[in-house]
């Protein structure tokens, strides 16, 4: 499914005798978004390199320190190095995110795929189980979840999974819908293929694009979701660094040194502008509906 | 269009029942025995036991499961733990303060429906740049990050808003005061969301073969976006706002902790570290029955303005 989409997009490409990349390339915004992006993950792989400290080595004589020469972003209350500790909390951040939005995307596609192109009755089995799952305010679920497994990267990446697969079934079954009638789906039916070849070769790639554009938008919140997670004490365990418990110190500790707070949002912005920077790109250049259109 | 209604109504019920069952369940399974921590570690075990017959503890969980819908239909949630007051009450003196937040950052963010709009309208325009680069920075700040930059600059160092609670709620001005950068917070995001969501949907709406029917019968430009296009690209937007509620009011919880605002969020966050049974369902059961009808409203507006999703329905 994933080839015959990359052939499309690859014929649409070709025609208009540039590729992919040198499109995304001619973009700024696209340049900025990748650039972030890229940058982010050479930082999270090669953070041993990177981090001028040992993220969890303390020296209480310099703590609550504001940037200088040998901390640039400040120390925290135990005097630690705040850039090395959000050095460290990318590696987190990326891996929460990658995993559980791409298990997210992969399970409720295809249950909204079936919702939407299924017969009535297993559409509302999983309706029924989307809106049960979406009714819980995320933070709610997470809580009850931590409280029985205990918190880990684990629990967290369970926790996003079983939360955000809803969001993209509904748009699924959505775009469904309004494909079940399409002229060339019902050529395919009327040629007699079958229901899970109807919607593995032209249901699914032609509803892919924006399920793909939300979930690299989706990038953000999944971050700023374990963020705030950890912010809560629920994430990560206090020694890992991560970008929400950093914040939390910074919370703690807004009187006595802004630097903390102010050099732990700076990450979260940066990545998530990264990824919507690159996801409003990306949309433009995988949607050749819309360029056709203009 | 009355059936789908009441269709929906019904399905909404058997949803916030199935939600509030599994919840049940999942609240009474986390360890920490809620007799101990009312009675606090000195208690002499007859005094527990004594409390677990009366809240039921003592039976099995379909039974607790039962005694709680009986409850629920004749008006009593229960009572809370610590100070024995009617959950019911605690929750709806909260909820108003909840409710306030969400709806205007809800409003708020239907700011970005024109932007987007108009931005569509004159793609690729110098608007469109500004403002595409504007919202798309805007979606990319987290309400916790939003939130704590706002109190740090704006309460803490320049001291122009209040640092913590909801104000007095008498006095209008000082309340809304309070809600500014609450509000703020919660809504920033969503504007830009919106605006991108309407701009690409609309984008998409008027390539389509009834919209440049239109155009070539010279409609003139407002009334073929107004009457043909809009409706069909908000569809999205509405959908997500809908499907959003959720989100939203996890960030509320998150918002209400920061500044320290009373509210379901907090109220649910004390209760939850307390383990304080009775009080954790009401609330729960309260932004359930709030997201639910959150989507089901989405759901209707969306058939109000799309009546094939009706018939797909039926």
Redesign the interface.
């Known amino acids: 499914m994933a080839l015959d989409q990359k052939k499309e997009v690859q014929n649409f490409s070709d025609g208009l005798s540039s590729g992919v990349i040198y499109r995304l390339y001619k973009d700024p915004?696209g340049v900025v978004g990748l650039l972030i992006v890229v940058s982010f993950v050479v930082i999270a792989i090669f953070a041993d390199f990177l981090a001028p400290y040992d993220p969890s080595k303390i020296d209480i004589l310099n703590k609550l320190q504001g940037p200088s020469a040998d901390h640039l972003f400040g120390t925290d209350q135990l005097g630690r190095d705040t850039l090395s500790r959000l050095i460290y909390g990318t590696q987190i951040a990326l891996m929460v995110a990658g995993v559980s939005i791409g298990l997210a995307v992969l399970i409720g596609s295809i249950l909204g795929a079936i919702a939407g192109y299924g017969p009535n009755w297993l559409d509302f089995v999983i309706m029924?189980l989307f809106?049960?799952v979406?009714?819980?305010?995320?933070?709610?679920f997470a809580?009850?979840?931590v409280?029985?497994f205990g918190p880990s990267l684990f629990t967290i990446m369970a926790i996003i999974v079983a939360t955000s697969f809803?969001?993209y079934g509904?748009l699924m079954r959505?775009q469904t819908?309004s494909l079940?009638q399409a002229e060339y789906i019902l050529s395919a039916r009327a040629l007699g293929l079958g229901m899970p070849r109807i919607l593995v070769r032209h249901v699914i790639p032609n509803t892919i694009g924006p399920i793909l554009?939300v979930a690299s938008?989706d990038v953000?919140?999944v971050?700023?979701?374990e963020?705030?997670l950890s912010?809560?004490g629920l994430g990560v365990r206090p020694p890992t660094p991560s970008w929400?418990s950093i914040?939390n110190d910074?919370?703690t500790y807004?009187?006595n040194s802004?630097w903390i707070?102010?050099s732990a949002?700076i990450p979260?912005?940066l990545v998530?502008?990264g990824f919507?920077?690159l996801g409003?790109q990306l949309?433009d250049i995988f949607d050749p509906?819309?360029d056709?259109?203009? | 269009m009355i059936i789908y209604t009441i269709k929906r109504v019904l399905?909404a019920s058997?949803?916030?029942a199935?939600?509030v069952s599994?919840?049940f369940v999942?609240?009474h399974?986390?360890?920490?025995d809620p007799a101990n921590v009312m009675l606090g570690p000195r208690a002499t075990p007859e005094i527990k036991e004594a409390l677990r017959a009366r809240l039921h503890l003592d039976q099995p969980l379909s039974t607790q499961l039962f005694y709680f819908f009986k409850g629920l239909i004749s008006g009593n949630f229960g009572f809370d733990l610590r100070s024995n007051r009617p959950v019911l009450d605690i929750v709806l003196e909260q909820l108003p303060h909840t409710f306030i937040l969400v709806s205007s950052a809800l409003i708020v963010s239907t700011l970005g429906i024109p932007v987007g709009c108009y931005a569509a309208i004159h793609?690729?325009g110098k608007f469109d740049r500004i403002v595409?680069?504007i919202s798309?920075?805007i979606?990319?700040?987290?309400?916790?990050?939003v939130g704590?930059?706002l109190?740090?600059f704006f309460s803490?160092?320049l001291r122009v808003f209040p640092v913590i609670g909801a104000g007095d709620s008498e006095e209008w001005l000082d309340y809304l005061w309070h809600l500014t950068l609450p509000v703020i917070t919660i809504s920033i995001a969503w504007i830009g969301?919106i605006s991108?969501l309407v701009r690409?949907s609309m984008?998409?709406v008027?390539?389509q073969n009834h919209v440049r029917m239109a155009k070539a019968f010279g409609l003139p430009e407002t009334r073929v976006i107004s009457r043909y296009a809009l409706r069909i690209a908000v569809l999205?937007s509405i959908?997500m706002m809908g499907?959003s509620v959720?989100?939203i009011?996890?960030?509320t919880?998150?918002t209400e902790?920061?500044f320290a605002r009373p509210g379901l969020?907090s109220l649910?966050?004390e209760s939850?570290l307390s383990r304080n049974y009775p009080l954790v369902m009401g609330t729960?059961l309260v932004?359930?029955i709030f997201?639910?009808g959150g989507?089901t409203i989405a759901d209707l507006i969306n058939a109000a303005l799309d009546p094939r999703a009706v018939k797909?329905n039926d």
């Open positions: 915004m029924l809106d049960m979406r009714s819980y305010p995320v933070i709610m809580l009850a979840v409280v029985l809803p969001t509904r959505t819908q079940r554009i938008m953000p919140f971050i700023a979701l963020a705030g912010f809560l929400g914040l910074g919370y807004i009187r802004k707070l102010i949002g979260l912005i998530t502008i919507t920077f409003e949309r509906k819309i056709r259109g203009s | 399905l058997l949803i916030i199935c939600a599994t919840m999942m609240i399974a986390v360890p920490g793609r690729n595409g680069a798309v920075s979606i990319a700040m987290p309400a916790i990050v704590l930059y109190l740090l803490v160092e969301y991108r690409a984008i998409e008027l390539s999205p959908t499907v959720a989100f009011l996890s960030s919880v998150i902790i920061i969020g649910l966050y939850v729960v932004s359930t997201i639910v989507t797909e």
